[in-house]
């Protein structure tokens, strides 16, 4: 896997939430953003290594995004490391983001991580 923890910028110095940061509409701070895409960017999947973040569906909104991976086989591996990114992120800026990893219905074969940064996304069910 993807080498030693990664930091994250904190919340605050104090633990206390940044002024005007919505822990549901997470997206909407660049600075989470960024340190959500870096370590994507980052992660090394167990049998591809890094991928290029690639957005399916358009750009980020404030409650969640797409990448598209490619055509990529997912470990349990590859599972247990995205937990581990997303945890210490939820950790540090007190937030509830999760990830899913499906197939895409626009190219055969290629799987999209969703990544949920809030409860308040909207449901896709098609």
């Known amino acids: 896997m993807g080498g030693p923890p990664v930091a994250y910028s904190a919340v605050s110095f104090a633990g206390e939430q940044v002024p005007g ?34 957005f399916h569906r358009g750009e980020p909104t404030k409650y969640e995004f797409d990448l598209n991976l ?24 007190q937030t509830q983001m999760t990830f899913c990893i499906y197939p895409s219905k626009d190219r055969a074969r290629d799987m999209i991580l969703n990544v949920r940064g809030s409860p308040k996304a909207p449901a896709e069910i098609d």
Do not use: M
């Open 70 to 93: 490619g055509v990529v086989h997912i470990t349990e591996q590859d599972c247990s490391g995205l937990s581990e990114i997303f945890a210490a992120i939820n950790k540090s800026w």
């Open 21 to 54: 940061f919505d822990p549901l509409e997470p997206f909407e701070n660049e600075q989470l953003l960024r340190d959500v895409l870096d370590a994507l960017a980052r992660f090394e999947y167990k049998l591809y290594g890094p991928i290029p973040l690639r």
